[in-house]
């Protein structure tokens, strides 16, 4: 586990919101400059529990302790964008 991401996982003290930490979060990208942090989960279930009210409220008070109070965050799916199956698959089907 990255060091980054058992740091934040230690910090929750929630027993739900840390173990979705620690089983789900494939990385953490950190912007020093916008003090913006993205975190990058495994899959759609784990997004929707830390993006939940509940969830939300552990998780922020959690990133407060390791990156201040001026953070803003967001939590995305690792790996967004084309499948790399789709790729092989022509995109000029009715020539």
């Known amino acids: 586990m990255e060091r980054q991401i058992k740091l934040l996982a230690e910090a929750i003290t929630n027993g739900h919101t840390k173990d979705i930490i620690q089983a789900h979060v ?16 495994d899959n759609a279930a784990p997004m929707h529990d830390l993006s939940s009210e509940e969830g939300d409220h552990h998780l922020k008070s959690g990133l407060e302790k390791v990156y201040g109070e001026d953070i803003t965050y ?6 967004e964008g084309s499948h790399e199956r789709e790729n092989l698959v022509p995109h000029n089907i009715n020539q």
């Not at 990385?27 to 913006?36: C, G, N, P, S, T």
């Not at 967001?74 to 790996?79: A, L, N, R, T, Y």
């Open 26 to 41: 494939k990385e953490l990208a950190f912007d020093e400059e916008a003090k913006h942090l993205v975190i990058y989960v």
């Open 74 to 79: 967001e939590v995305k799916m690792h790996g």
